[in-house]
């Protein structure tokens, strides 16, 4: 069964001084992965950057699975993080643009293993200065993957929640042009595409934190090219930003 | 110390984690922290911690898991403090 999951964290919400103190990194880390910190190409990273890079791993990996386990528990310690790739081009990377949209693929992404209850996951995590955004996937080629982050002015829960299915929603109606597109929640609490009455066989996950929403989907029949990356930066700068706050806008989405 | 005892305090526990402070003043034992009350669930470690120190005990992993909902809140600290 393929899945989505996906999640942002805008690190000026986080606590730096508790993201250093071993009763709350504890509850995130298993002692395993403290370890692998200190003795990986990671030990150069600031911890507050490894602990909210695990979170996020940890986060993306509960909703990929909660859709194939509804049942699911969100158990982070049970999440294990077993390897993690720094990017070829270096450890930060200063913001080209504030929205970006492309394929799961590539050297920017730090990259990485994680495996829940005996079974093998990946993961490609984006890290900025002030954020860290990751997408998972089954298969380590994260072919079928695209993942997308955005940032918004009113930080408000309901705004965060249009907005991002609003970005999300806009994406997908340039790969299924002419079909009315909408998001609603299932039972377990993972979002499902629908065009009219029908369940479309796309998951979707997404998150937002402060400032920020980001999506991910699985799409077997879509691969995001590099095309479509360095079209999205460009249209970004033309005139991205005026159209985004009417998409975003409350009173014209959903 | 009784659920009631529990709840009131629970509340100022989550009270700078919930955007709406008004939607405390309405939770019940059904409330979900995430759903109903919108708390980030980057915030749920915060939560457990703040706990912690409010009532003076330990929440294991075992348990924090289970903090979903303000009746499995309660029911956590509830079992650590009448231990």
Redesign the interface.
């Known amino acids: 069964m393929q899945s989505a999951g996906n999640d942002i964290i805008a690190l000026d919400l986080t606590d730096k001084q508790r993201s250093n103190d071993s009763r709350f990194y504890s509850k995130i880390l298993s002692e395993s992965e403290k370890k692998y910190y200190c003795h990986s190409p990671l030990a150069g990273m600031e911890f507050e950057y490894f602990l909210w890079l695990c979170w996020s791993v940890k986060e993306s990996a509960y909703k990929y699975l909660k859709r194939i386990q509804p049942g699911l528990i969100f158990s982070p310690t049970r999440i294990e993080i077993v390897h993690v790739a720094i990017p070829v081009n270096g450890k930060f990377e200063q913001p080209e643009c504030i929205q970006w949209e492309g394929p799961a693929q590539g050297e920017k992404c730090y990259n990485g293993r994680f495996v829940f209850e005996g079974n093998t996951y990946y993961f490609r995590s984006k890290i900025y200065p002030g954020m860290i955004t990751t997408v998972v996937n089954a298969d380590e080629s994260f072919e079928h993957v695209s993942w997308g982050f955005d940032s918004i002015d009113d930080t408000g829960s309901e705004h965060q929640s249009k907005a991002v299915r609003a970005f999300l929603l806009q994406k997908l109606q340039t790969i299924l042009p002419g079909k009315e597109l909408r998001i609603e929640k299932a039972a377990a609490g993972y979002p499902v595409v629908f065009s009219g009455t029908e369940e479309l066989d796309i998951p979707v996950s997404f998150a937002h934190h402060g400032s920020y929403i980001a999506y991910s989907f699985y799409l077997p029949d879509y691969r995001c090219s590099e095309d479509e990356e360095l079209f999205s930066l460009f249209h970004y700068t033309r005139d991205w930003k005026s159209r985004k706050e009417d998409l975003y806008h409350p009173i014209s989405t959903l | 110390m009784d659920r009631q005892a529990i709840l009131d305090e629970l509340k100022k526990v989550l009270l700078p984690y919930t955007?709406n402070k008004e939607l405390l003043n309405g939770i019940t034992e059904d409330t979900d922290l995430l759903?109903d009350l919108?708390i980030?669930?980057?915030n749920?470690?915060?939560i457990?911690?703040d706990a912690?120190s409010k009532y003076n005990i330990e929440i294991d992993?075992d348990s924090?898991?289970?903090m979903?909902t303000v009746r499995d809140c309660i029911n956590v600290i509830a079992e650590k403090v009448n231990a």
Do not use: P, T
């Open positions: 955007e759903k919108k980030n669930s980057a749920l470690v915060d457990i911690i912690e992993f924090a898991e289970k979903m």
